[in-house]
């Protein structure tokens, strides 16, 4: 027992540390990540994948809507995307829910696959992808197909990210998931990396390996190393927008103020209206 109160102790004592090296950055990060609306509402004839996209498939079809909502763990994704959720289908709205590694083909693999970490940071990539593909070819197209509206808990855009700050090639990175359709809404919740790793620790007292990037070396501290890779992802991710244009959320706020700030945007696309501000 005093062991256990003297690692908790210590993982404390490097947060706040960590907090006060983070917070001498938060005002720039704010600053860097300030919210702002670019919603790429598609008609049916503008539909399309980014690539050469899964053959035999009728875009003119898919009449449902497809939004996505990216950010790290700790990020708040999977609360704004079951009050979604809520609101969506209080509204008369069928819905559908996505994510990374729920794909009845490969999803338990998946996640041996991370627990023993031996394989490739190339054949993970694969391994990812094929999961994706087949949820988009067995759940997210027929969900679309039959006028649902489909909520993704991350895309294609956080495997990307995590492959470029991995150092893959970005055109292999690119072309990998060329299959991906092209959705109607993206929202990427940004949060300080110090409050990352408060809601982290504070959910289990303790950082995700791979969302530390430990596999990298950046760091044997884990505060450290977290912090570090969560950065590198920041930068990644501000690259991926300015190909692929989602909306950043800035995610510091409540829940309740987030969830608003996407109901506002989700009703503006069933609405029709095309807004671009910045």
Avoid: C
Wanted: hydrophobic share 40%; glycine share 6%.
């Amino acid at each position: 027992m005093k062991t256990r109160k003297k690692t908790v102790k210590k993982l404390i004592g490097k947060r706040n540390l960590t907090r006060k090296v983070v917070g001498q950055k938060l005002s720039r990060d704010r600053e860097k990540y300030a919210s702002y609306t670019n919603i790429q509402l598609l008609t049916e004839t503008e539909r399309k994948f980014y690539g050469a996209g899964i053959p035999g498939v009728d875009v003119n079809t898919l009449k449902g809507k497809l939004i996505v909502v990216e950010g790290a763990d700790g990020s708040g994704r999977s609360t704004q995307i079951a009050k979604l959720v809520d609101w969506l289908e209080g509204s008369g709205h069928a819905t559908v829910q996505v994510g990374l590694k729920r794909s009845t083909l490969v999803s338990e693999e998946l996640q041996l696959a991370k627990n023993s970490n031996r394989l490739s940071h190339r054949t993970m990539s694969l391994f990812y992808a094929t999961d994706f593909a087949d949820q988009l070819e067995n759940v997210i197209l027929p969900a679309l197909r039959a006028g649902r509206m489909v909520l993704a808990d991350r895309y294609i855009y956080t495997l990307m990210a995590r492959d470029l700050v991995r150092g893959m090639n970005p055109e292999w990175v690119k072309n990998l998931y060329g299959i991906a359709l092209e959705p109607d809404a993206v929202f990427y919740l940004n949060v300080s990396t110090e409050k990352l790793i408060e809601r982290n620790f504070l959910k289990s007292h303790s950082l995700d390996y791979w969302e530390s990037g430990m596999d990298l070396g950046l760091s044997q501290d884990w505060f450290e190393s977290f912090s570090k890779f969560q950065q590198l992802m920041m930068e990644k991710y501000r690259e991926l927008q300015k190909v692929y244009h989602f909306t950043i959320v800035d995610a510091n706020h409540s829940v309740e103020v987030v969830h608003a700030i996407l109901k506002k945007e989700v009703q503006k696309l069933l609405s029709n209206r095309k807004t671009t501000h910045t």
